[in-house]
């Protein structure tokens, strides 16, 4: 019994390794993760930090009951920069807790649509202390 459910698992489930990246498929929606997941300003919900790099990690998930995309930047641009510029593209709505250690930015519209950005900077990091941003944008059916 337990080799026919993993027989079944992998006719479901199909894994494709590109670049620095994978991309799993089952039936229920596909995730895709890894370096290269790109994105645009509209998979996100808010526009990209004007001159912030894409950084490491980001995962996309797609289902029958809608979507969640993250993506990491970085800017050589402050902590204060960043909230302030996303402080005025999520509007009214916003909600803004700021730590000793960073800032988190969520937005919703009519329980169909989030955007959360985190804004931190790693000082442990190869980039030097650069101001790090993590954008979550979710959206259901």
Do not use: C
């Not at 509007?91 to 700021?98: C, H, L, P, Q």
């Amino acid at each position: 019994i337990f080799a026919f459910g993993i027989w079944r698992v992998s006719r479901a489930v199909h894994m494709n390794s590109h670049g620095d990246g994978v991309t799993i498929s089952t039936p229920a929606g596909e995730i895709t993760a890894g370096k290269d997941t790109s994105v645009s300003e509209a998979d996100l919900g808010v526009p990209m930090y004007p001159g912030a790099v894409k950084a490491e990690g980001g995962m996309r998930i797609k289902s029958t009951n809608g979507s969640m995309i993250t993506a990491v930047f970085s800017t050589n641009d402050s902590q204060a920069q960043v909230v302030e510029f996303y402080k005025g593209k999520l509007g009214d709505n916003t909600a803004v807790v700021e730590t000793g250690n960073g800032t988190v930015l969520t937005m919703g519209k009519q329980d169909k649509e989030s955007v959360m950005i985190t804004i931190g900077t790693d000082t442990n990091s190869s980039d030097g202390g650069r101001t790090k941003i993590a954008i979550m944008h979710t959206t259901k059916k």
